[in-house]
């Protein structure tokens, strides 16, 4: 698993000392390759059993375990400088590979049982992803609802969305600063989230319920960073291809 996303996963249950380790952890990767955890400890002004504690929340068994895992990892950081075309094959086993990392059936369990699921997208393009994703899920006989603009998320977060409702919010980054007070009005009404963003340390995942995350991999064009939404696609037919096994698996034990 992605160090980004594992810190995502367990966000919650990080306290002020191991968000400190965690920050400069994600600052100084290359550095931590060499380091002993008495050395990390140094540098962070903590001691190794605390840095200790934080890896095994972060699942590994020790901080060697934690350290192989970053050496492991891909950065693909180092992939803006390839032809975006020729990024393509590699977002997509990306995108592919993290999908199969990811604890799937509490997300499509909860899918199922929800009264109702709302879909936001903070830009045209993942909103054109969640129509397509929806229009999918007719014949399925499940009809989330797509919020076509932030004031109508605003709305609906305020005056409609129930504890035993599902909103799922795509963002490329994560970061949307327009749409992070919504998502925290949501955590405080205990709303269950499921957010689906590119593969990194981001606010919305950090307080979603579940992630899911894509690659895909920025390239700068004129001082934009232009990004491919077909590994968004392939992640939204995968939870629908997921959901189709699940609803086949219920019909064979009924």
């Not at 996303?5 to 968000?19: G, K, R, T």
């Not at 001691?47 to 950065?75: I, M, P, Q, W």
């Not at 693909?76 to 990024?87: C, D, I, V």
């Amino acid at each position: 698993m992605n160090l980004e996303a594992l810190i995502n996963q367990h966000y919650s249950e990080l306290n002020e000392n191991d968000l400190h380790i965690v920050q400069y952890m994600m600052q100084h990767k290359e550095a931590i390759k060499q380091m002993t955890i008495t050395m990390l400890a140094k540098e962070t002004l903590t001691s190794k059993s605390s840095v200790l504690r934080l890896t095994k929340k972060l699942g590994f068994s020790g901080f060697s375990e934690f350290k192989y895992a970053l050496k492991s990892n891909d950065d693909t950081k180092s992939l803006s400088a390839t032809s975006f075309s020729s990024l393509q094959e590699t977002d997509l086993n990306g995108t592919a590979k993290l999908f199969n990392q990811q604890q799937i059936r509490p997300i499509i369990e909860h899918f199922h049982s929800a009264k109702n699921i709302y879909c936001y997208g903070t830009g045209w393009g993942q909103r054109t992803v969640l129509k397509n994703f929806n229009r999918g899920m007719i014949d399925l006989k499940k009809f989330p609802l797509l919020l076509e603009s932030l004031s109508e998320f605003k709305v609906i977060v305020q005056r409609a969305v129930q504890p035993d409702d599902l909103i799922i919010i795509v963002s490329l980054s994560g970061d949307i600063k327009q749409t992070e007070q919504v998502t925290r009005l949501l955590k405080m009404k205990n709303i269950p989230i499921l957010s689906i963003t590119n593969l990194s340390n981001n606010v919305l995942a950090s307080m979603a319920t579940y992630n899911l995350y894509f690659q895909s991999t920025p390239v700068n064009y004129m001082g934009e960073d232009m990004y491919s939404l077909l590994p968004i696609f392939q992640l939204m037919d995968s939870l629908r291809r997921e959901y189709v096994d699940y609803l086949m698996e219920l019909d064979e034990s009924n």
